[in-house]
């Protein structure tokens, strides 16, 4: 039996995404339900898989079902490949599972040759329509297909428009298009050293091929890499019988959303030009008219419009993003998918279809990209300063934020710049896919060309990154790294500000504000909260990041770092003296200097979370970390503590180590020393029996061994824990609980898990030092190599930003497991990076895990995503 690869579009629905890709499912869908969709085929991305199975081949089973179907479709729509009375010219699409907008090329017109093009014309009594449609499917195929760069025949264009004195390409006449043709044909012939193919299969064929491959380009490869899209998902490709936007006044191009994707209120927005094909208003070539012109303009296809366009939304019961093209009077439906939104408009959007009664609780929560969330906690400008800073120009309000930064001019620059660590603005005439990671890099972008779906619009919302476009008064000077606005220069390198809510350009840096969780965002929230299973904690180190954290709804604190309590001038040098120290006595003596400022630092904790778990994790680093390496340093450090230069390098020396990632550290030191922990617990116990009295609270401080590898390592660091806190909980007369736990970070650990339980009052997940351990290799060198790893499809993401769920994960899901065996109520959670990804948060819902603990910033995104993955995978 074979399998079958190519579907009409009538034999699919919305449901056979995986399939048929998203466009391919949702093409299907609306021809199910009786709207006006140009008629074609899809062939799946299992196609693409074997294409890529079989080494790049298309092979006989599927080019037999591709020749059937371009049959069947020859026969629905009335017309014939080629055929010199009636040609059938399609567009060819790609469309993957999940969109991945502009990362595939798209090929229109094909099925033209120099026969083919007369049929046309005579066939619509309008030669410059043919001709005008010939010469842009060669120059697309030359530029899809062939890879041929656009700007070669862009200048073939331009030299065409000056030698005749206009501007405008709509000002071009059949005979120019016909020349035009002539022209791309012969610059093929003398780039390719063929001709170009005549035959319309030969053309379809070499264009599907060319879907197949670009799933595999490195900007789409990058563009899965940001968003976790599998490689092996594959595109599906779209065969669809061509509307023609382009032949005439009665006929045009557009694209529209049911809502605003920038803020999310109902309204119909969108916009279209007249006389124009496919990608016209997208690129940002002429600027077009707003989609409410449109109802002055054809009336009655503005009401088509808008009736498919309110079904479509009751259908999904979601914004939909919508392509149509009007050809002679009639309308036709392109496309239409959830439409990418900013995190506000996402909000509102959801807030408002549950009030409107389209969906519940449940599915809002599941409408918002956890990530998404992001841009909304960041910083917004001040509203005193933004009104005194003087506006020097004003774009179209493309994508939300507030972006200071210094002007770069290509996205180049703007990933090396924001690598150096520098914030800045790209400026560009408009962008393209190219230009992907250096947007992503960038605080703001500002275009000159290029409307509010322009390339730039649609990515930089899609990415949350603030975005300004079509501001027109910009004259850019790519050469000089300038441009001139207002009749001012502004240089690479200096500071501009961009208002993405209101379109303003600021010619300074404008300071900025905290973010807030309010109105439509609080209650979103909300709802969240009440479906989550896990509780979400944040790492915090000092009070400002507990507040902050708690501030963004931490329930507790995962991770208290001690070591950056060390570093303060005032105490790296008792620090210092405890480190040079040659005996227990002198080492005492040094730290009971540091004890009153950690008490203090925990003093102060502990008021802003009260009650709630505060999980302090006993000194972690090497001890060289706290010693100088610069010769100058040394001198005065030696003199400072009032010992030689020869003394401290000795103790330097000593230090040393060749790999301290697996060196002297965390638990190892309190084995060493127990005296560090001696104070250190000394610190926990008085700060929280201080508080206690003072607020009249009952805290349970949580104290964590680090690095801990086997249980009588544990054991022996604990008991020096234990005999210290019980003497002073004893002579302060009170009754005071406390729990001590460790970290699982160490491959040993979790295998010896049960072990552990026996010791550890519960488990925190140390996934960064675990993820380095069980590959290892090291977080900071692990850059250095694995752009190689991503190019050869060996990992598809880094392993420290999403758990390894096969390897790392394995180690912690038998680690609970082993652990709540010997001890029920073992305590579980997870403190590394990942606890603020959402894909690795919803591992940890899976695995039973009691929280996630992440930077205070990303909170409210773990706590979305920890109701996202309950909603999904109940737990009972
Ligand atoms: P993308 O996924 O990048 O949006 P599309 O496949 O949707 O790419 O197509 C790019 C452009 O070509 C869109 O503006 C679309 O409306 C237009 N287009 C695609 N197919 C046709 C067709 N059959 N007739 C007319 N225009 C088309
Ligand atoms: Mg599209
Ligand atoms: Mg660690």
Redesign the pocket.
Known sequence: MSKKYVYLFSEGNRDMRELLGG?GANLAEMTKAGMPV?QGFTISTEACTQYYNDGRQINDEIMGQIYEYIGKMEEIVGKKFGDVSNPLLV?V?SGARASM??M?D?I?NLGLNDEAVEGLANLTGNPRFAYDSYRRFVQMFSDVVMEMSKTEFEKIIDEMKEAKGVKMDTELDADDMKALVVKFKALYKEKMGKDFPSDPKEQLIEAVKAVFRSWDNPRANVYRRMNEIPYDWGTAVNV????F?NSGENSG?GVAFTRDPSTGEKKLYGEYLINA???D??AGIRTPFPISHLQEQMPEVYNEFVEIATRLEKHYKDMQDM?F?IENGKLFM??TRNGKRTAAAALKIAVDLVDEGMIDEKTAVLRVEPKQLDSLLHPQFDTAALKAAEVIGKGLAASPGAACGKIVFTAEEAKEWAERGEKVVLVRLETSPEDIEGMAAAEGILTVRGGMTSHAAVVARGMGTCCVSGCGDIVVDYDAKKFTLGGKEYKEGEFISLDGSTGNIYGAAIATVEASISGDFRRFMEWADKYRQLQVFCNADNPHDAQQGSDFGSEGIGLCRTEHMFFEASRIKAMREMIVADNTADREKALEKILPYQQGDFEGIYEVMGERPVTIRYLDPPLHEFLPTKEEDIAEIANELGITVEKLHNVIDSLHEFNPMMGHRGCRLAVAYPEIAVMQTKAVINAALNVNKKLGLHIVPHIMIPLVGEVKELKFVKDVVVKTADELIAAAGADMKYEVGTMIEIPRAALTADEIAKEAEFFSFGTNDLTQMTFGFSRDDAGKFLDYYYENKVYESDPFAHIDQNGVGKLVEMAAKLGRATRPELGLGICGEHGGDPTSVEFCHKVGLDYVSCSPFRVPIARLAAAQAAIKNPRA
């Open positions: 466009k140009p567009s699409r907008p502009g595939m798209t229109l669809q019988a061509m509307a936007g191009t094909q496919g990608e208003v997208v392509e093209t392109l496309q």
